[in-house]
């Protein structure tokens, strides 16, 4: 059975390589059912984990960064008039807002590039519909 780690890991990309300042945190969420019935091991809904920018691919930091929200939260895209931006959920009781978190099918970074690559193409097709009109 595999164990949800706090480190990224994968075969063709070196994402964690530590500095002197350290890596970089990344946070979203997982659907700890998915990771269930995978045989993932994940006993938090909402993971960190570690990666070093200046290893991945351009295209991969700008598709992580459009998605950046307070740091280290990884969100959700919603259309505004500029263009895209991340989204977050209102919380009228307390006059704030939350992190609308992307939600992954497993605890790794090829699990968040998989839930970003999904959120990519909703919001194109969002994009697409819109100009449709």
């Not at 259309?79 to 497993?106: F, H, Q, T, V, W």
Request: glycine residues 6%; negative net charge.
């Amino acid at each position: 059975m595999q164990t949800a780690t706090a480190v990224a890991t994968t075969a063709n990309l070196p994402y964690v390589a530590l500095t002197e300042t350290g890596p970089m945190k990344l946070r979203f969420e997982v659907n700890q059912a998915e990771c269930f019935r995978r045989g993932i091991d994940c006993p938090k809904s909402i993971i960190t984990i570690e990666v070093e920018p200046s290893k991945l691919p351009k295209d991969v930091r700008e598709l992580i960064a459009d998605r950046m929200m307070d740091g280290i939260d990884v969100c959700r895209l919603r259309l505004s008039e500029g263009g895209s931006e991340p989204n977050y959920i209102p919380n009228p009781d307390r006059g704030d807002c939350a992190p609308d978190r992307l939600i992954a099918k497993e605890p790794t970074f090829d699990g968040l590039l998989e839930a970003i690559e999904e959120d990519q193409k909703r919001i194109e097709k969002e994009v697409a519909q819109q100009k449709k009109g």
